[in-house]
């Protein structure tokens, strides 16, 4: 089974701060997507990666940026923390739609 | 990617069966069924999928309707472990590519009672 591991499970950031959030896979696959999570929206796309160096915009990027300097892993940046970046963020790995995705346990974040 | 819909909320009796329904009229030739479940705080761990034909593995079965309009996640002997939120997901590839973007509604809380 495909691995996702991030990082930290909890972190807590002040204001203004970059922020580097890091997730690792351990297959093979191009695929990687950064979601987060909030009380009543849902989970929601910030960016994917389809390959290395490559990236595309989710639904809701603003204020955010990524990075996918090697296959295995994919970077999500605040680059200025903000109290509304307050949240769960998931990353998911995978080959597409025949297999699927698997994700990781999560980073809580707090942005005080 | 076709919408799905699924009822809020469901109840379950532990060691009974849990049919867990969604539709998904407008799904389109090549999207493929997917079920996820979250537990409380933890990543969406994946159940099973499918595209046409029913689907068995450890956790669970999907029964897919012949039109392919609605599909039902059965959980065989539910547990109080089984207690989250399901996802029923229609998911398709990009055209012309190899990935394709999981889109999340707002799923089933289905419930185990002792």
């Known amino acids: 089974d495909v691995k996702v591991t991030q990082s930290s499970r909890y972190l807590v950031k002040r204001t203004g701060e970059k922020v580097f959030l890091e997730c690792v896979q351990d297959?093979?696959?191009?695929?990687m997507f950064w979601y987060r999570q909030d009380p009543g929206l849902g989970l929601r796309l910030i960016y994917f990666?389809?390959?290395?160096?490559?990236?595309e915009k989710g639904d809701i990027p603003e204020g955010y940026s990524v990075s996918r300097e090697k296959k295995e892993r994919f970077s999500l940046i605040l680059e200025s923390a903000s109290t509304n970046q307050t949240s769960m963020y998931l990353c998911?790995?995978?080959?597409?739609?025949?297999?699927?995705?698997?994700f990781g346990s999560g980073t809580r974040l707090t942005v005080v | 990617d076709a919408k799905t819909t699924q009822p809020p909320s469901m109840d379950c009796a532990e060691g009974r069966a849990a049919n867990l329904p969604c539709n998904h009229s407008?799904?389109?030739?090549?999207?493929?069924v997917y079920w996820y479940r979250q537990i409380h705080s933890q990543g969406p761990q994946y159940i099973i999928h499918?595209?046409?034909n029913n689907e068995t593995n450890e956790m669970a079965s999907l029964i897919i309707t012949e039109d392919r309009k609605s599909s039902t996640l059965i959980l065989p002997h539910a547990t109080l472990r089984d207690t989250a939120v399901y996802y029923c997901?229609?998911?398709?590839?990009?055209?012309?590519?190899?990935?394709?973007?999981?889109?999340f509604g707002q799923g089933t809380i289905l419930t185990v009672h002792p």
């Open positions: 990666s389809y390959d290395v160096k490559m990236k």
């Open positions: 499918g595209l046409k």
């Open positions: 997901i229609a998911f398709a590839n990009a055209g012309g590519t190899s990935y394709g973007k999981l889109t």
């Open positions: 998911a790995g995978g080959q597409g739609r025949e297999n699927g995705y698997t």
């Open positions: 407008t799904i389109s030739g090549n999207e493929y």
């Open positions: 297959m093979d696959h191009e695929n």
